[in-house]
């Protein structure tokens, strides 16, 4: 056993930083507070002018026709099922490690979610799976980029294809990601991104929805806003007072000038924000290689071996080799939070939660490979307000803890 100097700090050791470093924290630098404070002197606050120049900014970016700004990813979820007319009768296939956003999208809209089980490489959903799950009430797919790492779209897409079915992209990590030169989730019917406070481009709550079906954008549009008419925000403009009119149930999902003033800082810093994010990601694997752990998959793990294909490194996420420890992985996140590294977990299996359990009929058999990970994984601090040394204690501290607690 390796001596008392070297326990971790839930031992009886000394932790490896003084001050805890949280999982993620966004970086806001002064262009961006200078673009928010510019929008509160404007005196319009409300969804305005910025949220029409951000949203034709990622319509740019994401080389896509239309876009809608929203107020969270699970908005625009929720939304793109009600676009594309999904409801009670269908079934929607979602992958089993994701965020419960992504399910409970199905569940608001009345359908029935079909879990199925993912890569046990990637994370990603398993194009097989779906297959095998697609039944005569099937709607659509709803596939999530994982952590950042693009879907197989192209499988995807042809099974969508072959079956008349929908593809919805949860591409709420993958902003930055691309597929064959083109960002993901544009190859989808529609894709939805977040820009929630840990995001690689944040609105601190925030959301878009993405297509390139002229004949969706009024429906998307009224739905997200009390089902008013589309153009209603401008009533108050100088274009004149027009009386608004609600033409279907919508929701309050709109977003905000003040939160579009971010994302559009945001966006220019895009790029040096993944770049400093590939030199955490890649400080990472080569510190924590010789442990009783997989590193993440990276693109050549998919056979995605060009500069085509582009990883959004959202999350570093950790596979724990169990059979190679005397613990479980909550006891390894619980050292590494002793040794003041703060850590996460991306995902519990959906099937594990409670109200999935109670609410759907889910064949567990299937799931082999989402119920092992699941029990597996954890994710480390990847942000690009990181600082070099902090890298390093990431890295000191996961290899002390995970030797330490080694067979």
Known sequence: MPSSNNNPAIEGGQA????????????????AIESVVETLRSGWIGT???????????????????????????????????ALGIGPGDEVIVPDITFCATI?????????????????????IDPKAVEKAISPRTKAIVPVDLAGFPVDIKALRAIADKHSLYIIEDAAHAVEAKYHGVITGTLADIACYSFYVNKNLTTAEGGLIAHNSPELC????????????????????????????VVTLGYKYNMIDMQAALGIAHLKKITDYLNRRNTVWQRYTEGLQGLALKTPAD?????????????????????????????????????????????????????????????????????????????????????????????????????????????
């Open 218 to 245: 009024d429906l998307i549009q009224q739905t997200s806003l009390h089902g008013l008419s589309a153009d209603a925000w401008k009533r108050f403009t100088s274009t004149g007072f027009k009386p608004y009119e």
């Open 104 to 124: 409970n999208s199905v569940l608001y809209v009345g359908a029935t979610p079909i879990i199925v089980d993912v890569d046990p490489r990637t994370y990603n």
């Open 16 to 31: 490896t930083r003084d001050k805890f470093l949280t999982f993620g924290s966004p970086i806001i630098e002064e262009e």
């Open 299 to 407: 693109l050549n793990d998919a056979s995605y071996t060009d500069s085509s294909f582009v990883h959004a490194r959202h999350l570093y996420i950790i596979e724990l080799e169990l059979e190679r420890l005397k613990c479980d992985r909550n006891q390894i996140l619980q050292a590494l939070q002793a040794e003041n590294i703060g850590c996460g977990i991306h995902y519990k299996a959906l099937h594990e939660h409670k109200l999935y359990k109670e609410r759907l009929d889910i064949d567990t058999s299937r799931l082999a490979v989402s119920s092992r990970l699941s029990e597996r994984i954890l994710s480390l601090p990847i942000f690009p307000k990181l600082s070099d040394q902090d890298i390093e204690d990431v890295i000191a501290a996961t290899r002390k803890v995970i030797q330490y607690y080694s067979k």
């Open 48 to 82: 305005g002018p910025k949220v029409k120049q951000f949203e034709a900014d990622m319509a740019a970016h994401l080389g896509v026709k239309h876009t809608l700004a929203l107020n969270s990813c699970t908005a625009a979820l929720h939304v793109a099922m009600l």
